[in-house]
């Protein structure tokens, strides 16, 4: 086969464009610190990359869910640990209006202050993280107490159980005496220590039915029944704290989900404001004895216990968040190594070809220069 001049120095142009080529895409890696520019360069890279930017970005997804399940538990346990410091005022203030040497103008005031504080507890309860009401479920656009629903009138309500109107049903509502609530039980309204009250819708009157022990026949027990009027009892609706039990979840892993959100009903019940506002009358009952609102302190600290309870519920749930963004972060290492390693370059050994690249097509550029130099021309001279 003859090798021709034109042979050579297409030959030798063509590695020169090689040369160019691999020259380009070194210069490139080295700007982008990529492997690869385009998935034509390594479909395997490319295909591989796809895969491990998915899971990157799942995870800073999930972390970013954790920071606003953070948020919410936070607000929500700053709530609870506010409410229980209220209580325990409303506990103070109640201890201090069972001394009988309080008149009522004294104990008045004191009822004032409780006022005060109730509203405060509304207020908690209403508490809000981004415009969304953090103790109503998943409801969170609606506020989870609704205060026209506490203390509703006495007259309606006998007259309703007496005249039922339409969508009326008695055992929608609980009753608050001296800080005890009553639930009704198909007869009569029923406390969780056994007493009574019964409603008689002619001449439409309350009447306490409860075991005492008399101290004079050595404790024997007795059954005590007294009437009650509407500056004794609170009457509310079921419906005054919301009924929505389904919580609010983020998702922290794929497939695994952890509730954020406080019951209100279980935070924030019923029983708690209309106990409340039982006691509230009681103190502004010129009748009432000291020793009947000591009896109340019981069931104020059972209001305080549930939010101690809740926030014990809580600071669990907290625990295991924070066991996931360990996880997390730990998944965020492994995922962004893995990703380095399929697409960044090993800096120091593209230096190392673009060098011995650079020398490559320097020594191609002299053979091509020393080649193409003589032609027919010369050889005339």
């Known amino acids: 086969m003859r090798i021709t001049q034109t042979m050579l120095t297409n030959s030798n142009l063509r590695y020169i464009s090689q040369n160019y080529d691999r020259l380009g895409k070194l210069q490139d890696q080295i700007m982008s610190g990529k492997k690869i520019s385009r998935p034509s360069d390594d479909p395997v ?3 591989k990359g796809l895969r491990y930017r998915t899971q990157v970005t799942e995870v800073k997804q999930f972390k970013r869910n954790l920071n606003e399940g953070y948020n919410w538990m936070d607000n929500a346990d700053s709530a609870l640990d506010q409410s229980g410091q209220v209580l325990q005022r409303i506990r103070e203030l109640t201890v201090q209006a069972s001394n009988d040497s309080y008149d009522p103008t004294a ?5 004032k202050e409780i006022s005060r504080l109730q509203e405060h507890l509304v207020a908690l309860a209403n508490t809000k993280v981004a415009d969304n009401f953090i103790f109503n479920g998943t409801n969170t656009a609606a506020s989870p107490i609704n205060t026209n629903q506490f203390n509703i009138d006495y007259d309606t309500f006998v ?11 008695v ?6 005496y001296r800080g005890e609530t009553y639930k009704y039980n198909g007869t009569n309204f029923e406390s969780a220590f056994g007493s009574t009250i019964t409603l008689e819708t002619s001449p439409g009157k309350f009447e306490h039915s409860y075991t005492d022990k008399l101290e004079y026949k050595d404790g024997e027990e007795v059954t005590v029944t007294e009437e009650l009027n509407s500056n004794a009892i609170v009457i509310s609706n079921k419906d005054a704290v919301s009924t929505n039990t389904e919580d609010v979840v983020i998702e922290v892993m794929k497939g695994v989900t952890i509730p954020i959100s406080v019951r209100g009903q279980e935070a924030f019940s019923v029983d708690l404001f209309s106990g409340i506002e039982s006691i509230k009358k009681m ?7 000291g020793a009947e609102i000591t009896k109340s302190l019981d069931f104020i600290d059972g209001y305080a216990n549930s939010m101690v309870s809740m926030r014990a519920e809580l600071g669990a749930q907290l625990n295991r968040v924070e066991m996931v963004e360990n996880r997390l972060l730990q998944q965020e290492v492994v995922a962004e ?14 230096l190392i070809n673009l060098q011995i690249q650079e020398s490559i097509h320097k020594a191609s550029l002299s053979v091509g220069a020393r080649l193409i130099q003589p032609t027919l021309m010369d050889f005339l001279r």
């Open 107 to 111: 104990r008045g005031n004191i009822a």
């Open 159 to 169: 007259d309703n159980v007496a005249t039922p109107q339409t969508g009326f049903n």
């Open 45 to 47: 890279v490319a295909m």
């Open 171 to 176: 055992a929608d509502y609980v009753v608050s």
């Open 337 to 350: 190594k893995t990703l380095s390693d399929n697409e960044d370059i090993d800096f120091e050994q593209a």
């Open 283 to 289: 103190l502004t009952d010129p009748t009432s004895k």
